[in-house]
């Protein structure tokens, strides 16, 4: 049933809020002018006739009828009339050139939307010209429920994270201290299209487990904190990395952990490390100087150094003769060893 609100006829607001349907022509329900004047008067809301309204008509005016029943009755047909026409034509005003609009709460796990560090929820706006089928418009907007305070996925920093990531595209993510040791690929190399650009190692750290980073192709910077103790074996082995700074509190380099990146420039080994494993640096081969703080020469694995660029290893000045003669491995750089300060 489609709506007219431009015929001829008793024109009755139904409450639609979109038109003013017809009803009918006045010559169709009204046998008697004066009661059609009448009801002409009374104030129609939301589709129905008040008590009172139909009273005044039955005091004012009976006229062509036999009984105040009849009229009554007459009344009631009128209003059954208007009620069914409220069904029929519910939804067909937007076939009149209004569309209903209205917003709903999406509830996907990235449907969310961030105000600051604040996590809200997010909703979407939708459309309709029956009231039944709705479509998406591809609009959205912050819902106004707050999901979480201080959320990572609204770039919120912990005070105890485990590790901080920063992703080409400035996005970060970060992760809570719920264990010590970062694991093999446990942060993400990408976000959405973006590589990772650098990592913040949390102090609640101090296992840099296994292959906890390799073949992170893209990754520049990584800040170890000096609650590191151990660095585990094949740890870096990637090729973005400028510079490699092991702090203090470092005591276990392993096997590999930092092979072949080769676009290292500078590598600091803190004072604290007593043991480098076999090929720990080998074929980080941009070195231009190296750095080695402990004054007890660290016990070194079989090629840990080579192929770094002939770079030159500085140790303490008090410590350079034992470096050159601890063992069968350091001897065999004893002619790059030199004293830091030089």
């Given at each position: 049933?489609?709506?007219?609100?431009?015929?001829?006829?008793?024109?009755?607001?139904?409450?639609?809020?979109?038109?003013?349907?017809?009803?009918?022509?006045?010559?169709?329900?009204?046998?008697?002018?004066?009661?059609?004047?009448?009801?002409?008067?009374?104030?129609?809301?939301?589709?129905?006739?008040?008590?009172?309204?139909?009273?005044?008509?039955?005091?004012?005016?009976?006229?062509?009828?036999?009984?105040?029943?009849?009229?009554?009755?007459?009344?009631?047909?009128?209003?059954?009339?208007?009620?069914?026409?409220?069904?029929?034509?519910?939804?067909?005003?937007?076939?009149?050139?209004?569309?209903?609009?209205?917003?709903?709460?999406?509830?996907?796990?990235?449907?969310?939307?961030c105000?600051?560090?604040?996590?809200?929820?997010?909703?979407?706006?939708?459309?309709?010209?029956?009231?039944?089928?709705?479509?998406?418009?591809?609009?959205?907007?912050?819902?106004?429920?707050?999901?979480?305070?201080?959320?990572?996925?609204?770039?919120?920093?912990?005070?105890?994270?485990?590790?901080?990531?920063?992703?080409?595209?400035?996005?970060?993510?970060?992760?809570?201290?719920?264990?010590?040791?970062?694991?093999?690929?446990?942060?993400?190399?990408?976000?959405?299209?973006?590589?990772?650009?650098?990592?913040?190692?949390?102090?609640?750290?101090?296992?840099?487990?296994?292959?906890?980073?390799?073949?992170?192709?893209?990754?520049?910077?990584i800040?170890i904190?000096?609650?590191?103790?151990?660095?585990?074996?094949?740890?870096f082995?990637?090729?973005?990395?400028?510079?490699?700074?092991?702090?203090?509190?470092?005591?276990?380099?392993?096997?590999?952990?930092?092979?072949?990146?080769?676009?290292?420039?500078?590598?600091?080994?803190?004072?604290?490390?007593?043991?480098?494993?076999?090929?720990?640096?080998?074929?980080?081969?941009?070195?231009?100087?190296?750095?080695?703080?402990?004054?007890?020469?660290?016990?070194?694995?079989?090629?840990a150094?080579?192929?770094?660029?002939?770079?030159?290893?500085?140790?303490?000045?008090?410590?350079?003769?034992?470096?050159?003669?601890?063992?069968?491995?350091w001897?065999?750089?004893?002619?790059?060893?030199?004293?830091?300060g030089?």
């Amino acid at each position: 049933m489609a709506c007219n609100c431009n015929e001829e006829g008793k024109i009755i607001n139904i409450g639609m809020g979109c038109c003013v349907p017809v009803v009918a022509n006045a010559d169709a329900y009204y046998t008697k002018s004066e009661i059609d004047k009448k009801l002409n008067d009374i104030v129609i809301s939301g589709g129905g006739i008040t008590s009172g309204e139909v009273q005044t008509m039955i005091d004012e005016s009976t006229s062509g009828y036999v009984t105040t029943s009849e009229f009554t009755q007459y009344i009631q047909n009128l209003q059954d009339q208007i009620t069914q026409l409220q069904i029929e034509i519910s939804g067909c005003c937007g076939g009149s050139g209004e569309t209903q609009t209205r917003w709903i709460t999406m509830t996907g796990e990235n449907d969310y939307s961030c105000n600051g560090t604040t996590k809200y929820t997010k909703e979407k706006e939708q459309t309709s010209i029956d009231g039944v089928n709705w479509v998406d418009t591809g609009n959205y907007r912050q819902g106004s429920t707050i999901i979480e305070e201080n959320s990572v996925d609204c770039g919120y920093v912990p005070t105890t994270f485990k590790w901080l990531v920063t992703y080409q595209d400035g996005y970060t993510e970060s992760a809570e201290c719920y264990t010590n040791i970062i694991q093999n690929n446990e942060i993400n190399k990408k976000h959405s299209t973006y590589n990772i650009e650098s990592v913040e190692i949390g102090n609640c750290v101090t296992i840099i487990g296994n292959s906890a980073f390799i073949n992170y192709f893209y990754l520049h910077s990584i800040t170890i904190p000096n609650s590191v103790t151990t660095i585990g074996n094949d740890a870096f082995i990637l090729d973005g990395l400028r510079s490699i700074n092991i702090p203090d509190s470092v005591t276990s380099i392993g096997e590999k952990a930092f092979k072949n990146c080769h676009n290292a420039k500078n590598l600091t080994i803190g004072s604290g490390v007593t043991y480098i494993g076999n090929e720990a640096f080998l074929g980080c081969s941009g070195l231009t100087s190296i750095r080695v703080e402990a004054t007890t020469p660290p016990t070194l694995g079989s090629d840990a150094f080579n192929d770094t660029n002939n770079c030159p290893i500085y140790v303490p000045a008090a410590s350079v003769d034992a470096y050159k003669s601890a063992s069968i491995y350091w001897s065999e750089y004893a002619d790059r060893i030199e004293p830091i300060g030089l």
